[in-house]
């Protein structure tokens, strides 16, 4: 079976453009994918807490043990059971929102998600692909190849092994008409990703 990791992170529930642009994703996905399971993980309606220092203890000493890294070990677990990781992400004051930081810091995990040698970082979350909706209200320079939102995401996801990401940006969302023209470019950029042959070629099945 295949399965899709969903995470969501606007504060928004009504008229969230990212949520709303996830459910199209998913709905296209769902398509594909008839006996496809879903695991959705809000974060918002369930707030990951901030990163501690016991809890990096516990990282690197296995015999610790706490209500975080239960958590974490939960979060890790639906990373591995998925195939697909959809990843929708607002700006907020010019990155990433606090608590998708927050659920990235316990899910980048030494011998969970990645490990380390003298050879350098290997991820260990491996024949996984990811999609990136990221949403904007200010119009990005035309001349960035990826937005900081899709920067500071796929260096994550590399640094786990997730290599192959597709990205599906909307930006100037504070304009009415700006907002439906990116919201029809991003839904017909997501038909054609689906169609793609490749997106089959690269789909697992267990
Ligand atoms: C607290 C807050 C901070 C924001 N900061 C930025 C920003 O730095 N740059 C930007 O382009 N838009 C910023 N925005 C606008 C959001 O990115 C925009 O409203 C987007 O549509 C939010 O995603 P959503 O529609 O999925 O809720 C901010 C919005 C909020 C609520």
Known sequence: MTTLLRIDSSLRMNDSYSRLMGDYFEERWKTKHADGKIITRDVTLQPTPHLTQETVNGFFDETLHSEQLELSDL?????????????????????????????????????????????????????????????????????????????????????????????????????????????????NHINQYFNHQEYAAHTTSH
């Not at 990136?132 to 320079?141: F, H, Y």
């Not at 786990?160 to 919201?183: C, R, T």
């Open 75 to 187: 979060l890790i677990e639906e990373l591995h059971a998925s195939d697909e990781i959809l990843i929708n992400c607002p700006m907020y004051n010019y990155g990433i929102p606090s608590s998708l930081k927050a659920y990235f810091d316990l899910v980048v995990r030494t011998k969970k998600t990645f490990a380390y040698d003298a050879t350098g970082i290997r991820g260990l979350l491996l024949d996984k692909k990811a999609s990136i909706i990221s949403v904007m209200g200010i119009l990005q320079p035309a001349t960035q190849e990826k937005n900081p939102l899709e920067t500071q995401i796929t260096r994550i996801l590399n640094q786990l092994g997730v290599i192959e990401i597709g990205y599906f940006p909307m930006d100037g969302m504070i304009d009415p008409e700006e907002a439906s023209l990116k919201m029809e470019q991003q839904r």
